[in-house]
Structure formats: C-alpha cells, structure tokens
C-alpha cells in the first residue's frame, strides 16, 4: 500500500526517522561518501571518511548525525533537512531502514535516479540520501556551525525548557494570527500545519486571534495542548495524508487517525459538535471550529 502526505515532515515523522536510524548506524564507519548532486551537498566528503558515527539526534525538524573526532581535531555533524521530498534510506541486504517521502526508490535498488549522495560504510551496508525535488540538503558541519544553525531557532516545542512565561513573552510582541507565531520556527519549533490546526481546536483559541490578544491564562493551555499533539503524534509515528510521509518497512504514521480538526472539514468537533471549518490563512490550509474556538 501506498501512503502519502502532501505537506511537508513535522516534528513527529522527523523523530520517527531519527529513531529508526539511532537503531542502526550509531557505530558504523565511513569507508566512502558518493555525492551524486553537489547541489546537495555541503561540505567535502573527505571530512568523513574512516569516521564512525556516535549519535543520531532531531533538533527542530532537522538530523543531525555526529561522527567521532579521532581523525579530526574538531566534533562533526552531518545536518540534514529532509525539506518536501528527502528520503534517508539505510540499506544492509534485504533491510531497509529510515523514512521520508515514498517513490519507487524504497524497493529500487541503490543508488537510483533520485538519489543525491550515498554513504558506504565498513561493513558493507551503506545509507542513502534520496530526494527528487533537490530541495534537500546535508551539511558538513563543526559544533560552532551547528550552533549557529541552531541559534537562529526557537526551542522545540517538546523541549521541557520551553515555558509558557516564554511563549506569553513571545506573543506579547506579535499582533499576527496566533497560528502564524504558533508555526514560526523562530519562535517555537516542531508545530506544522496539522499539529497547530488541532492544537489550537484542542486549546479552544481561535486561529485568527492576534497573539497579543491571549492571555496568560490562554498561552499556557496552548502550550500545554500544542505538546499534547506533538507527543501523540511522536507516539503514533506520525501522519499520513493521502501518501506521502511512510516510513521503509511500511508501516505509515496513524496519527491522522488520532487528528482532532486538520483535513476534518465539515465533521464535527469533538469539543462541541459543530463542523468544521476550512479557510485559507496565511497561504495554509486552516481547519478550525467556528463555534467553540474563540
């Protein structure tokens, strides 16, 4: 079966790959790097050459995989934005191991037409960065540089150091749709369009609200509601719109079963009955409930 989502990974199918890859690569060593689309790739690949890799971790909707300094006077990190259409595809004989967006590449053999660089490693498997588009991209980077990419950001929306004193803060300094702060990664990160339709209609906050306009009180629901989903949508492996996001082996997120207003259009509310609404804000597609969230 074919499973695909029409938008962009969110935080929850980005952790999903990062924990599937954390399985297999952590201890792996780079034999050789094949960068098939330079437009992909950033940096050199002698820089990873006979390094092992130590981590795979998730900041915002990015990977990054750490390899050891043993060879290196400096830590380096591979960082990697999987964007509409990247696939990270881990291959050791017949396993297939990853996920993003799904072509004909995860039964293809690889390297195939779509895919940008290859890693081969020691042991002979090897990890495949797959992405039709080229709007993908991996980064060679020291720790300076990875913190730089990281301090353009706010801090993830699952993160326990966010507080609501600091989204109330935020807000207070933005007169635009709170839906449109809720999704601006420099503000708080992870909350895409479908996780900030239903945190919202969770919260019973208007979409259309001016930021500024919430109280306290109302901010601190929203945090509390936007990591409800987020945390759901992490456990049930992401979501799967008509479909696009799928993990390799198969098994396609389910949190779209769990979804309480995004692409619900006309059913009804959960809170309150009344159906749901769809408009356009901001460019995106905002489902919402007219009645209850106000």
């Avoid at 509409?84 to 072509?103: C, F, K, S």
């Amino acid at each position: 079966m074919v499973y695909t989502l029409p938008i962009m990974p969110e935080l929850p199918e980005v952790e999903t790959i990062t924990r599937r890859l954390s399985q297999v690569l952590p201890g792996k060593v780079v034999a050789a790097v094949d960068v098939h689309a330079e437009k992909s790739f950033f940096g050199k690949p002698s820089q990873l050459v006979n390094r092992k890799i130590i981590t795979v971790s998730r900041r915002a909707k990015m990977l990054s995989i750490e390899l050891d300094s043993t060879h290196s006077d400096t830590q380096t990190f591979l960082l990697t934005h999987l964007k509409m259409t990247g696939q990270l595809i881990y291959v050791a004989g017949n396993e297939r191991v990853g996920g993003g967006h799904p072509t004909a590449d995860w039964t293809k053999d690889l390297p195939s037409a779509h895919t940008r660089i290859s890693y081969h490693f020691t042991d002979g498997t090897a990890l495949h960065f797959n992405d039709m588009r080229l709007f993908g991209w991996m980064k060679v980077l020291d720790n300076q540089q990875l913190q730089e990419h990281y301090e353009k950001l706010g801090p993830d929306i699952n993160d326990s150091a966010i507080t609501d004193t600091y989204l109330f803060a935020q807000f207070q300094r933005r007169r635009v749709p709170v839906k449109q702060v809720l999704m601006d990664p420099s503000v708080v990160c992870g909350v895409g369009n479908i996780y900030a339709c239903d945190a919202l209609n969770l919260a019973r906050i208007s979409p259309f609200r001016a930021a500024n306009s919430l109280s306290f009180a109302e901010v601190s629901t929203l945090l509390a509601a936007s990591q409800e989903v987020i945390d759901r949508g992490i456990d049930l492996q992401g979501t799967t719109f008509d479909g696009k996001y799928v993990t390799v082996d198969g098994m396609a997120g389910g949190y779209q079963e769990k979804g309480l207003a995004y692409s619900r259009e006309g059913q009804p509310c959960y809170n309150c009955g009344s159906p749901i609404q769809k408009v356009k804000l901001g460019g995106r597609g905002t489902y919402y409930c007219g009645v209850c969230q106000r």
